[in-house]
């Protein structure tokens, strides 16, 4: 079945640390693949996207590169900042089902120490 | 000011009672979607809509019913509840139903308690 992993469930880093969020899929064909950022007392928002496969997503110094060699979207950051602490989601909109039914992974949480 | 509009925010329930959540999107979208999001558990999708007709449900039970009375509403009721249901249910919309280019966007959320 179509599934999102992530293993991370918490990433502890200090300002300024690079940041590398793991995240593979599993599905036929090639989805659309997302980040969600989930902050406190919110609901998820969408950090980056990207449609086609090899190309790269980037949105507020994040980046990610879908990757159907491997199928991995690895987000990535090269300076994370105390602000930046929130949830993250890998997910992906599977072309079996239409691409209307999204698959989350279980979110890797971030903090971020000044 | 937030475009997917979640009422309540928290909501308290005791077991065996019945409880609607709803949602209103002003962003002018044809598709809404309602997804849960449980202890432990990643987000899961619920049910879709697609101009106020119901495109799937992936929930097994038939307590949860969606209601649709316009095209920017789509709420969820939950009869009978039980402890299990307690979770946060988020409502979801997107411009279309369907298609690789299509994004989801997510309102705050009901943080439903079952006692």
């Not at chain 1, 980040?35 to 507020?60: C, D, F, I």
């Not at chain 2, 609607?20 to 999708?45: D, T, V």
Request: net charge positive.
């Amino acid at each position: 079945g179509d599934s999102v992993i992530q293993m991370q469930g918490q990433v502890t880093l200090s300002e300024n640390d690079f940041l590398f969020i793991n995240c593979t899929y599993s599905t036929t064909g090639y989805p659309t693949l997302f980040w969600y950022v989930q902050y406190s007392g919110e609901g998820p928002q969408l950090l980056l996207q990207v449609t086609t496969a090899n190309n790269k997503g980037s949105s507020r110094g994040f980046e990610a590169t879908y990757d159907k060699g491997t199928t991995s979207f690895h987000l990535q950051k090269t300076s994370v900042q105390e602000i930046d602490s929130a949830v993250y989601y890998c997910a992906m909109s599977p072309v079996n089902t239409g691409n209307y039914k999204y698959v989350f992974g279980a979110g890797t949480r971030l903090k971020v120490i000044a | 000011d937030p475009k997917i509009i979640q009422k309540p925010k928290y909501l308290v329930a005791v077991t065996g009672s019945e409880k609607i959540l709803i949602c209103e999107q002003y962003l002018g979208h044809n598709a809404m979607y309602w997804y849960r999001q449980s202890a432990k558990k990643p987000l899961e999708f619920m049910f879709s809509y697609s101009y106020q007709k119901l495109m799937d449900n992936q929930t097994a039970s038939s307590r949860f019913q969606p209601q649709s009375s316009k095209k920017n509403h789509l709420d969820l009721q939950i009869t009978a509840l039980k402890p299990d249901d307690s979770a946060t249910y988020f409502c979801a919309s997107s411009q279309d139903w369907g298609g690789s280019q299509n994004t989801l966007y997510f309102g705050a959320g009901t943080r439903l308690s079952v006692l």
